[in-house]
């Protein structure tokens, strides 16, 4: 626990550890959109990968 605590302390007072924060920071932000918009965003795939697919079937298709 104590080595923790020097590690947090150290971070605290390390400007270097601002960077280290502020991505943890924009880590976090970015895992609660992708949560509370999951089902959009699986939507999203979903429909764009179908129509690759239907275009991939259409160019061979068309190439027999």
Do not use: C, H, P
């Not at 502020?22 to 999203?44: C, H, K």
């Amino acid at each position: 626990m104590k080595k923790i605590k020097k590690i947090l302390k150290q971070l605290w007072n390390n400007e270097s550890g601002q960077g280290a924060t502020e991505y943890i920071l924009i880590l976090v932000v970015v895992s609660v959109i992708v949560i509370a918009f999951r089902e959009r965003i699986r939507e999203i795939i979903v429909d764009r990968t179908e129509q690759v697919g239907g275009k991939l079937k259409d160019a061979v298709d068309n190439l027999e």
